[in-house]
């Protein structure tokens, strides 16, 4: 697996809170997923496609509430299915 994941926080109340979350991934077998989550709407889009023909495969949007926002200090990333 190759990609990127890349993590928004913004300073509220004296804490950084997780804001939002991208990624973007190759399996390795010519497809491609992105996936980007803003926590503060709760819109969590991913769509996976063919790296070779730009072909979608798959296209899925739903709303994930998370609350309270995950804090910096209480943060380890990739620990769970949304960021």
Do not use: C
Not at 10 to 22: T, V
Not at 57 to 75: F, G, M, V, Y
């Amino acid at each position: 697996m190759r990609g990127h994941f890349e993590h928004t926080f913004r300073f509220r109340n004296g804490n950084f809170e997780l804001i939002g979350f991208s990624m973007v991934n190759a399996n390795g077998i010519g497809e491609m997923t992105t996936t980007d989550f803003n926590l503060s709407t709760g819109i969590r889009a991913e769509k996976t496609e063919r790296s070779d023909n730009g072909k979608i495969l798959s296209n899925t949007r739903k709303k994930i509430w998370i609350r309270p926002l995950p804090k910096l200090q209480d943060l380890v990333p990739m620990e769970n299915e949304f960021y």
